[in-house]
């Protein structure tokens, strides 16, 4: 008798993970929910509460539009408020202008999350988010990030334009040739993430005691700085930190560029690069070896399974949303639904991304289909489409209030920003302005969160999105 109960339990067992493994015609988030599975040792994930003030700065060419992804649908799965640019700026803080808080768009204040491109400037961005806000960046390796930056930007840096044949070996045969610091987008042209991270670009590779104080003024900004060549392993240590569910991270790959737009780099060409960008490979050498050391203490093998979780989740969810199979990557002129395009930067960079199989453009949208659409919508789109929901939802606040009744940030906008106090141009710092136009400054920073000290060697598989 009591066997025939154990049978009868394990059978009831079997069938319920096989429905759910299989659900796919009624698709709902839950179907897929992996929620605060606690895999690594973590101290009473349950009992925390997901930390929802995240500023990421997102860098250029370093799988940041995939990650920005991430951080709008938690933006709009928690009702959080994103900070969002102003019209004149388009979709970026008026990049490449060192971040000023007046290029915010002021339907969105006060901020929980800012997560579009910038310039980074500390000041700026701390008077901006609230006082526990939890900064993240991400780096990638020289050598691709370059080859990424002189193929997608080559009509736009004037550097790479007035290079003979658009060939990458001419460029770093001889760079001061063809580069000009002060020219047009000459930040894509050399040490772009120092750049981005608003340090000076056109700093010489032997003036060391500054790339020592850049690196030791980022670490202490930022209490996380992933890894694009393993982007899953870093999502796995946000999700950690941030007491964030693996339902939160679950993404799918945004701004790849197709297989024949890329090209593979020889070693000669690979140490040409660092040599030429030295500022940003000891950036990414450090924040590699501390992401590592920092997974190691986690656990190795847990991380492993928490990654091994996560892509099965995101072949389940991508399988429902896309009739029960993988979606093809097509190019933006075999995307049926033109909303869905992504932005091509030239006729000689083919940007790839997703077609949805149902029309979306008429009738209500399910709950599920509203998932599936924010998981492939492209960067310019999302953009656009999270300021008109934050739009409505500001006015729907404020229709019946006055201005002394507005929130007193609504009101400093307009008075106190464009006069808010800068650290003049020349005034030290760790982390000093480039030459650009329109730089900014930073000053000292407040302590980040404290990070531990690990000790171990990056693993040797790589989990980024193509770039």
Not at 33 to 59: D, E, R, Y
Not at 216 to 232: H, K, N, S
Not at 255 to 263: H, I, P, W
Not at 430 to 439: D, I, K, S, Y
Request: glycine share 4%; with cysteine.
């Amino acid at each position: 008798m009591m066997s025939q109960k154990k049978l009868f339990v394990v059978c009831i067992a079997i069938s319920t993970v096989s429905l759910l493994l299989h659900h796919g015609g009624h698709l709902s988030w839950k179907a897929f929910h992996i929620g605060s599975l606690n895999i690594c040792s973590h101290p009473s994930p349950a009992l925390k509460p997901k930390h929802t003030n995240v500023a990421f700065l997102k860098t250029h060419k370093t799988a940041s539009t995939t990650m920005q992804n991430i951080v709008f649908r938690f933006a709009e799965h928690n009702n959080l408020t994103v900070a969002l640019p102003v019209p004149s700026c388009n979709h970026q803080f008026c990049y490449p202008t060192s971040f000023k808080t007046h290029f915010v768009h002021p339907h969105t204040l006060p901020p929980n999350i800012i997560s579009s491109h910038m310039r980074f400037n500390r000041t700026e961005v701390q008077w901006l988010m609230p006082n526990d806000t939890f900064y993240i960046t991400i780096l990638r390796e020289p050598g691709s990030m370059f080859e990424s930056l002189f193929s997608y930007y080559n009509q736009y840096c004037v550097s790479f334009k007035s290079v003979p044949n658009a060939s990458l070996e001419a460029f770093l045969e001889d760079p001061w040739r063809y580069y000009r610091p002060l020219e047009k987008n000459s930040m894509y042209a050399r040490n772009t993430l120092t750049f981005d991270l608003g340090g000076e670009k056109d700093r010489p590779s032997t003036d060391v005691a500054y790339a020592e104080a850049f690196v030791a003024e980022v670490e202490r900004v930022f209490p996380l700085v992933m890894i694009t060549e393993y982007f899953d392993e870093s999502l796995v240590l946000l999700r950690h930190l941030l007491n964030w569910d693996l339902d939160d991270i679950i993404y799918v790959k945004h701004n790849m560029r197709t297989l024949s737009s890329k090209r593979s780099l020889t070693p000669d060409l690979s140490a040409k690069i660092r040599a030429w960008n030295s500022l940003d490979a000891r950036l990414y050498d450090h924040f590699n070896a501390s992401l590592w050391r920092r997974l190691s203490a986690l656990g190795l093998d847990c991380v492993a399974r928490e990654v091994r979780l996560l892509q099965q989740a995101q072949e389940r969810l991508m399988r429902s949303c896309f009739g029960r199979r993988m979606p093809l990557l097509k190019s933006a002129a075999q995307i049926e639904n033109k909303s869905l395009r992504p932005w091509q930067p030239s006729a000689k960079v083919n940007i790839v991304g997703y077609d949805f199989p149902v029309n979306l453009s008429h009738g209500f949208m399910s709950q599920a289909q509203e998932l599936c659409l924010k998981l492939i919508l492209p960067e310019l789109q999302y953009t656009k489409d999270l300021l008109h929901s934050q739009s409505l939802r500001y006015r729907q606040r404020h229709q019946h209030r006055t201005p002394q009744q507005s929130h007193p940030f609504q009101q400093s906008i307009h008075t106190v920003l464009p006069r808010h106090p800068q650290v003049r141009h020349g005034q030290q710092s760790a982390v000093a302005p480039g030459p650009a136009p329109g730089n900014g400054s930073t000053s000292t920073p407040k302590p980040a969160a404290e990070t531990r000290n690990q000790t171990t060697q990056p693993g040797p598989k790589s989990s980024q999105p193509g770039k």
